[in-house]
């Protein structure tokens, strides 16, 4: 109708438009995921999610999506690019809090395997990213009438904080996997790729399979379960292959500088000896 009347094709798309809309959801991913953090922690502690602060951070989620400049085109948003987008997005403060962590680990007297900063920097982020991502379920249910108690609500929430370490595990998988010595040839970057592709895209699909089983074991018969999987796991796939081929190339130029510098100070240590 609004063809006809107008001759406007609001189902005309561009691959412009469409590379535009995936460079813009990459940020709104990460700004999605910042502000999942402070919803989650403070839906912890507020039965019902209906306190004045945690509908505000919900505002700023649907302002973010619908208002702001990073939301998406109608045209574009159910669109498989711009999901992925948004999934990089949403990667990306995992990988940095690892790296970051990585580089505390190094410190003398940091702590060691599951207590060392590698793991607990980007688990800080995990745990209430995983409560945000069951209280939107929560909603969804109340929202189609169902009835959720205080302490069920409570309960899910935490199980929700213990699906969102598995976010966790892809990337430390990744940040274990950078070699101090020789860089990796180019058929094992592709195999490492590959392994780490299907480690986070298994992840997304186990996360989702678990809030989903919590929604209907704790409070829902009407939530449904797996609704997504397969795009899911596509993604996660992609993001997490990416991520091993950029981590793995950064290791192999690091080592290869690493093993010129040696070589220079040894013939350095040579001359001077002569």
């Known amino acids: 109708v609004i063809k006809d009347e107008y001759g406007i094709d609001?189902?005309?798309?561009?691959?412009?438009?469409?590379?535009?809309?995936?460079?813009?959801?990459?940020?709104?991913?990460?700004?999605?995921?910042?502000?999942?953090?402070?919803?989650?922690?403070?839906?912890?502690?507020?039965?019902?999610?209906d306190s004045n602060l945690y509908k505000g951070l919900e505002g700023l989620q649907d302002r973010l999506r619908q208002d702001s400049v990073l939301a998406a085109d109608p045209r574009y948003a159910d669109k498989f690019?711009?999901?992925?987008?948004?999934?990089?997005?949403?990667?990306?403060?995992?990988?940095?809090?690892?790296?970051?962590?990585r580089a505390l680990a190094k410190a003398p007297g940091a702590a060691k395997g599951f207590l060392s900063p590698t793991f607990t920097a980007p688990t800080a982020?995990?745990?209430?990213?995983?409560?945000?991502?069951?209280?939107d379920r929560l909603q969804?249910?109340?929202?189609?009438?169902?009835?959720?108690?205080?302490?069920?609500?409570?309960?899910?929430?935490?199980?929700?904080?213990?699906?969102?370490?598995?976010?966790?595990?892809?990337?430390?998988n990744i940040l274990g996997k950078v070699h101090k010595n020789a860089p990796l040839s180019a058929k094992q970057k592709l195999t490492s790729a590959l392994q780490s592709g299907a480690a986070e895209g298994g992840q997304e699909v186990i996360a989702s399979i678990l809030q989903d089983l919590t929604a209907r074991g704790f409070y829902s018969e009407q939530l449904p379960i797996g609704e997504s999987l397969f795009e899911e796991f596509t993604i996660g796939g992609i993001i997490g292959g990416v991520a091993d081929l950029v981590v793995t190339s950064m290791a192999g130029r690091k080592s290869i500088a690493k093993k010129y510098a040696e070589e220079d100070n040894l013939r350095a240590e040579e001359t001077k000896n002569k």
Do not use: C, H, W, Y
């Open 81 to 101: 690019s711009t999901k992925l987008g948004e999934g990089v997005g949403s990667f990306v403060p995992f990988l940095g809090a690892g790296m970051v962590g």
């Open 140 to 172: 969804m249910a109340r929202d189609m009438g169902e009835d959720v108690g205080g302490l069920t609500e409570t309960t899910a929430e935490l199980f929700g904080g213990l699906i969102g370490i598995t976010e966790v595990l892809p990337v430390a």
């Open 10 to 49: 609001i189902n005309q798309t561009s691959a412009l438009e469409q590379a535009k809309e995936f460079g813009k959801a990459i940020p709104r991913g990460i700004a999605s995921l910042a502000l999942d953090v402070p919803t989650g922690i403070v839906g912890l502690f507020d039965i019902g999610n």
């Open 125 to 135: 982020l995990a745990i209430p990213t995983g409560i945000a991502a069951q209280g």
